[in-house]
């Protein structure tokens, strides 16, 4: 059973930044595709970005241009780096990672809290 485990989240203010990792162990099968989703109060869970294992990315219209997201393979581990963050981005964030089986897993979810 791959194992995902997740940082980086807390409160911010308006404005600033955070960058999430996540990383994922106990994998039998190639991963394909890693990314975030994000849940807010009362709403349903949502993509954020995802990256291919060659390095093709795709992202939310809500956070294009303000996150960014990446992988290190030799890591297997997922990272975005959140900037110019609303107050809208609160939310819980939640690792997602597809093996070539495409079998899904998700981690445990971080907060992140963004204060006007």
């Known amino acids: 059973q791959v194992q995902l485990v997740e940082s980086g989240g807390g409160l911010v203010q308006a404005g600033g930044s955070l960058r999430l990792s996540c990383a994922a162990s106990r994998i039998i099968f190639s991963i394909n595709v890693m990314g975030w989703y994000r849940q807010a109060p009362g709403k349903q869970r949502e993509l954020v970005a995802t990256?291919?294992?060659?390095?093709?990315?795709n992202y939310a219209d809500s956070v294009k241009g303000r996150f960014t997201i990446s992988r290190d393979n030799a890591k297997n581990t997922v990272y975005v780096q959140m900037n110019s963050l609303k107050p809208e981005d609160t939310a819980v964030y939640y690792c997602?990672?597809?093996?070539?089986?495409?079998?899904?897993?998700w981690g445990q979810g971080t907060q992140v809290t963004v204060s006007s």
């Open positions: 997602n990672v597809r093996d070539v089986r495409a079998y899904v897993y």
């Open positions: 990256v291919t294992g060659g390095g093709r990315t």
